[in-house]
């Protein structure tokens, strides 16, 4: 899977019925460095949703597609650089990213060229702006960064309960390829 082969597959028109096999192919990649996700490859395990577990250059989560002769699909195709998820288990652990390891968290964006998506877990967003957080970073610094690096890098944040996180992850992968495959 090398970077930029996710165009071998917008060079076909495919059917719905092989559209649906491809989506129902596609294997959630997650980066080897993820260690506290059990809540998520549990609910991945229980749903019969494929997953591999790899290093990732940018995010946690992102996906490939298997080789597939009869698809025409000659090998495996990485959308790693395409898309990915960033995922955060806490409003404390963004805080981290933007004080403690700011230039590493910065660095990996900027590096990224595809679609990265921030997933915060167990926090919502009155959180940041409450001050309901371990961080010293001041809520209204705290509040100016997110909006800042979402607009710098049009990285979304999004907030959901950590039971949804597997949910979440699947389909916005799952969706973001059907999308591709439909208008390609």
């Known amino acids: ?17 092989e559209i649906n096999e491809i989506l129902d192919s596609m294997t959630i990649i997650i980066d080897s460095r993820e260690k506290v996700n ?31 002769e ?17 995922r955060k288990n806490s409003v404390d652990e963004l805080a981290g990213s933007y004080s403690t390891t700011r230039k590493q968290f910065e660095a990996e964006h900027q590096r990224h060229k595809g679609k990265m998506i921030l997933l915060v877990e167990n926090d919502e967003y009155h959180d940041i702006c409450e001050g309901n957080y371990r961080s010293k970073l001041k809520p209204k610094s705290f509040m100016a960064t997110i909006h800042t690096w979402q607009h710098r890098y049009s990285v979304p944040f999004i907030f959901v309960k950590k039971e949804y996180s597997a949910l979440y992850i699947y389909y916005t992968l799952r969706y973001w390829l059907r999308n591709y495959l439909t208008n390609s």
Not at 1 to 17: F, Q, R, W
Not at 41 to 55: E, G, L, M, P, W
């Open 38 to 68: 059990v809540h998520i490859t549990s609910i991945f395990d229980k749903q019969n949703v494929k997953y591999a577990v790899r290093k990732l250059n940018h995010g946690d989560y992102s996906f490939y597609v298997p080789q597939n």
């Open 70 to 86: 009869t698809l025409g699909i000659s090998e495996d195709v990485s959308f790693e650089n395409c898309i990915s998820i960033e």
């Open 1 to 17: 899977m090398g970077e930029g082969d996710s165009i071998v597959l917008s060079d076909n028109n495919y059917s719905n019925k």
